[in-house]
């Protein structure tokens, strides 16, 4: 059976996390007297080597990201650092036991990720239902405070860096990179139009890099390990390792952190395999705002490349089981039902479509004989959608629908 590697886990099941000088012990914070030796370009030069990508969903290079970010205003003096813990995609439960298990290793990669930017302030938009975590998370700041890694010259370095934890505002939407910007700075949760990009013109409109959790915890390593380390885990095109969250109709429900590149069928086998010995039937990769798969994709590499050639997502990590007895239609609806609930209303492709798609899809079970006609509208709005939508919440009803009429379309 496939064993996991620990990157953003390390060290979880053996330090206290609301002890620094348990994370010191095991070597946390041990990257920054190397990165202060270091000029920040040189760093996201090593980032961009890594092939390190954002394990928030989309999936964008890291090292690019921080570049753009870098390179974008030579005359600004603030720059952010902004660590998205707003973790509101379905299924999708791995950021939580990083901050809850070892909250300094979040801490480090965010210092990590000022230096190569030069900012000055940064912040952890966490879920507000997050409670253990903030917790932790706040004692946390004031432990790294007093021992010198936040604050005014750390080190002796030329960094002063300082986090604020700030709470999210409860809706789904609120996890995209620039509708947090605007719930940030206390406005309503509403997308922002771009470009700009946030490291453009982001928070407060300075520079921005917004960052996952499970992304800022693999800096501390890249930076004591090297790089080529790095790149030596993995596939060749998607490097490192990634945190799979399974829930649905296994036996042992988990998160597991694993090389990417693992097949579906290792995930279903390390979490004890299918419940009750009922057949598996599909998987939905992503979340709600992700793809549906069936058996055929079963020894296919999970990795972003592969994944993205089959028509289907890696995204954020969660993966949803179901067996052969499960009925599809209900899962789609309650997808659907999500979808609109989540709309913000700003634009109209969404809050118009998002209904729209709800009401076809209630008519199915009243009108059987035009199922096939509901269905076929349901991907024409949704592809509609995609191109017309504002954010990603508009654009993704396409992806669980097209994904699944592709497998199972009669019984949509």
């Not at 994370?23 to 202060?36: A, D, R, T």
């Not at 080597?49 to 005359?75: D, I, Q, V, W």
């Not at 998160?255 to 995930?267: A, D, N, S």
Request: glycine fraction near 10%.
């Amino acid at each position: 059976m496939i064993k996991e590697k620990y990157i953003a886990l390390e060290n979880t099941d053996t330090i206290r996390p609301d002890s620094i000088d348990d994370y010191i012990e095991y070597g946390g914070y041990s990257s920054l007297e190397k990165l202060f030796s270091m000029p920040p370009s040189e760093v996201i030069d090593k980032m961009q080597n890594s092939g390190l990508r954002g394990r928030g969903g989309a999936g964008f290079p890291t090292g690019m990201k921080k570049k753009f970010t870098y390179e974008s205003c030579e005359t600004c003096e603030q720059r952010y650092v902004i660590c998205n813990a707003d973790e509101g995609e379905p299924g999708t439960f791995k950021d939580r036991p990083i901050m809850e298990r070892n909250p300094h290793k979040l801490i480090e990669g965010m210092i990590i990720a000022a230096w190569e930017i030069g900012a000055t302030k940064g912040f952890i938009y966490i879920r507000a239902e997050y409670y253990t975590a903030t917790k932790l998370l706040e004692k946390a700041l004031a432990d790294a405070r007093e021992k010198g890694f936040l604050g005014k010259n750390i080190l002796g370095s030329a960094l002063s860096f300082d986090i604020e934890i700030s709470l999210g505002a409860g809706s789904y939407l609120c996890g995209e990179e620039l509708t947090l910007l605007e719930s940030l700075e206390g406005k309503r949760g509403y997308p922002r139009i771009k470009p700009p990009f946030p490291a453009e013109k982001g928070l407060f409109g300075k520079p921005t890099l917004v960052n996952n959790v499970e992304t800022l915890t693999h800096l501390p390593a890249i930076i004591n390990n090297g790089d080529e380390w790095y790149k030596s885990l993995g596939t060749e095109k998607s490097s490192g390792t990634k945190i799979f969250t399974i829930s649905g109709d296994v036996n042992e429900p988990g998160y597991f952190e694993l090389e990417m590149g693992v097949t579906l069928r290792e995930l279903i086998e390390l979490t004890g395999g299918m419940k009750d010995n009922i057949p598996f039937k599909t998987a939905l990769l992503g979340g709600a705002a992700g793809t549906f798969v069936d058996s055929s994709m079963l020894d296919e590499p999970m990795d972003f490349e592969n994944l993205q050639e089959k028509g289907a997502t890696l995204g954020s990590g969660a993966v949803m089981i179901f067996n052969e007895q499960q009925d599809l239609h209900a899962i789609m609806g309650s997808i659907l039902e999500f979808f609109k609930h989540e709309s913000c209303g700003k634009c109209v492709p969404c809050r118009v479509g998002t209904s729209m798609l709800v009401d076809w899809h209630r008519q199915i079970n009243k009108k059987p004989l035009q199922q096939e006609d509901l269905v076929d509208r349901m991907l024409a709005q949704s592809r509609f959608m995609e191109k017309t939508s504002l954010c990603f919440l508009g654009k993704s009803p396409v992806m669980p629908l097209v994904s699944a009429a592709k497998y199972f379309k009669n019984e949509l």
